[in-house]
């Protein structure tokens, strides 16, 4: 009875397109010669025939990983070639398969996540569409197979310090300071023997060159802080990095020399020049200011000036440098002039 109800369903529906204008002129195409384009073709056998395999456009689909826990998705078939008119009248229904057997509990859904419980099956989804409840078009997806979820793999344990880095010596310039590279864990077994490397820092960023456990302050650190980091190595744990503690080279020594260089001239030095001296210097008489002046880094710690009127007489005259970051405050010795 199904086939024929079919039958009858079918002329029905094409008639009711033939009288609304959906396939004017189809009957009297049938009649001729055919001469009809083969996607026009396949348009009039679907919908003359109302075969949903004819009006398939795009199959059904499986996609995912496979993996337990990741969700299956279907991509339904598409009955492109229907007027959308009939084409809200299909209805799909979907069927969940491990290994060709209905997985239980699994509804009538598009979207699927396997369980351990699926682990090892062949899964696909089936798919019964229809037209008004007639017509049926089963079809199946691609097979896909579940695997279980994939176990991290361990990590390592990291090198961590117990105890941390510490520097310790002559903070000043010249001097020697080492580091005692700290305690260190390697994770549940505990006290470690890596091997350390090193690295210096100044408020710059790292110190070219200076990778060692000791490392000897230059002019260029006076009145600076270092610190330094160590990094512990030792297989097969991960690397571990340790900061040390944070110290301050003190201020480098200067040294001011003071000497005639002409009628009411006078030259100032400031020592070490290498360290480009800036910061005021004070030329006086007794504990008179005479006057003020500003070294600059280009004067390389050095300037010719002009004194003011002094009178007669003999004039006891000092240059006191009054230090900056880096170097530490100092005067030179008397200067006699007149």
Known sequence: MKRPLARAFSAAVAT??????????AAATSARADVTPPEEKDLLECILTLDLAKCLSGDSALTGTGVVGDPLTLLQPVFGLLPANLLGLV????????NGV?????????????TEAQEGCQVAARTVSSLL??????LL???IPIVGEEEPEPEEGQ???SVAPLISGAKVVGGLLSINPGTWLGGLSGIVAPAFSYQWYNTSGPIPGATAGEYVPRLADA??????????????FLPGLGITNVVKVAKAQSKTKLSKAGDRLVKFRVKPSAAHPTGKVRLMKGKKTLKVYKLRAADNGQRTVRLPKLGKGVHKI???????????RSKSRVLRLG
Not at 102 to 114: E, M, R, W
């Open 16 to 25: 009711v397109l033939i009288s609304s204008g959906l396939l004017v002129g």
């Open 91 to 98: 209805t799909t229904d979907v069927t969940w398969l491990c």
């Open 102 to 114: 209905p997985i239980p509990g699994v509804g009538n859904v598009t979207q699927f996540v396997p």
């Open 133 to 138: 409840g007639f017509l049926p078009l089963t």
């Open 141 to 143: 997806t691609d097979l």
């Open 159 to 161: 090198l961590t310090a």
């Open 223 to 236: 009145g600076r802080p270092l610190a330094a980091t160590v990094t512990a190595t030792l297989l097969p």
């Open 318 to 328: 000092r240059a006191v440098y009054l230090g900056n970051a880096a170097l530490k």
